[in-house]
């Protein structure tokens, strides 16, 4: 009698192990899990909050046409700082911890890869459009004379290193992106001690140092950047990192693109739409005169500073909603988002209130010009009730980044854009209000835009 020996159903191929940091980012209590990642990010922006103001200050020095001169570059700079860390570097970010999420080790370093790729590309676009396009801008924007003059001269050397923003922010991102947050802030802390030895010696010359002017700043910040890119890829090409980052036998895959710009791109579009809404109030606030042009200039800077404040949660944000949405976790992912916004809408609306009450502390930092601070406290006198709104939506975008959903991101910046760019034009010109109705503008889209986007994910924007 012969007999039949049934064969043994296949095992399912094994899972790859999930690191603990990734099990962190999916099991953790949210609040304490996302506070402890976003510490270290928190306080190196806040570092970074610093010396912008410092870097304000140095300028200061050489007068209010330099002053003016730095505000009109300002927008742009923040732009590509902007889209290179929070728009395309939210992409990036994203990409590596949703890989990571589901367990795509791999896959995860060949998107490391291909974001270095993007970022060399895309700073040569900055490059080159702004050292040729630069002086047409900033006339655009109304700089004459010595204030145009200074423009251009800062612009060329920052625009000119544009390629250290972009791979610093971008090798950054990719860090975060494996939950690792106290790296690139350590990294930031001492790039910042670097700028600070240099920042004022190459503007005023000090010893050795060539008296550069307004350049100084400039050419400090290249310096202190390309140091920290350095360490940090060196540290990305290291067995240390959860993420090795290799360029060698890479092969180029459009579907690992599409992985990083589907975020990345809406992302970079809604830095674009809120650095433009910036220039284009610039562009309202000039023709009142250069001390109009440097008060605004120095009362919209706090407006920017949130940004890398709320930046500091946000990248946090980036990477735990990223991975838990990777995972399927899509009820925690929302509740980490509404934590999140809660915590960076606090923080920007009670720094907006304060710079309300006594708008002259922060604005006697850069000039003793009484026109210039007339200009600025009426600025946060008007808008800074309302950068909660701003903090909320911020936040609310980073998370977006995360879950990859950024239509309503979009929709809410596009909407800023227009409420403040027809609103001000209305008010302060066809209106008649002048200044103070260009501000009216201001404050009321920051509103739009929080609201906005917090009402679509409340509704189900992500379901």
Known sequence: MSATVAAAPASPPASPPISARTRQLLEAPVAPTLLRLAAPNVLVMVLQAVLSTLDAVFVGWLGSAALAGVSLVYPLVMLMQTMSAGGMGGGVSSAVARALGAGRRAEAQALAAHAVLIALVMSAVFTAGLLLGGPAVYRAM???????????????????????????NTLSSIVRGTGTMALPAAVTAGSAVIYLVLAPALVLGWGPFPRLGVAGTATANV???????????????????????????LRLRRELFWEILRVGAPGSLNTILTNLTVVLMTGLVGPFGTAALAGYGMGVRLEYLQIPLVFGMGSALVAMVGTNVGAGQHARAERIAWTGAGLAAALTASI???AAAVPHVWLGLFTGDSHVQAVGATYLLIVGPTYGFFGLGLALYFASQGAGRLAWPLTAGFLRLGVAAAGGWLAGYWLGWGLPGIFVAMALALVVFGATLAAAIKLGAWR
């Open 223 to 249: 310096t202190a950047f390309g140091a920290a890119t350095l360490v940090l890829a060196i540290y990305l090409c290291s067995s240390r990192s959860p993420v090795r980052l290799s360029l060698r036998g």
């Open 142 to 168: 109304g700089g004459t004379s010595e204030a145009l003059e200074a423009a251009v001269t800062y612009s060329h050397v920052v625009f000119g290193g544009a390629v250290v923003y972009w791979l610093l």
């Open 352 to 354: 907006g209130l304060l």
